[in-house]
């Protein structure tokens, strides 16, 4: 019975791409947190503002709320790219890397 040798991935690249992955996430939320939060308080506490006319019949809470909801789109937009881009790389270096031991 023969046993398949272990594969060990490279610690440290490993633990560098699971920083790296955090870092990203961590800031992208705070931005979308930010983001809706403040929207949030805003209408809670200053409504006036959203419901200042900038037109016949528009408010600025319409292109607000449709900025916080694009705001979303455009940082999920960030991420994907990102993790296409770098994260999926890193990937395939460690299983490479992996293999090649």
């Known amino acids: 019975m023969s046993a398949e040798p272990a594969r060990h991935i490279d610690e440290a690249a490993f633990r560098s791409l699971v920083r790296a992955k955090w870092t990203v996430s961590l800031i992208l ?3 979308i947190l ?5 929207f949030i308080l805003v209408l809670a506490f200053a ?11 528009l408010t600025l809470g319409l292109p607000v709320g449709l900025g916080v909801i ?9 991420y994907v790219y990102w993790a296409n881009r770098t994260y999926d790389a890193s990937v395939r270096d460690i ?6 031991k």
Request: net charge positive; glycine share 12%.
């Open 70 to 78: 694009l705001s979303a789109c455009v940082l999920t937009g960030i």
């Open 29 to 31: 939320t705070v931005l």
């Open 95 to 100: 299983i490479r890397s992996m293999k090649g």
């Open 34 to 38: 930010a983001i809706y939060f403040g």
């Open 47 to 57: 409504k006036d503002l959203l419901t200042t006319k900038i037109g016949t019949h």
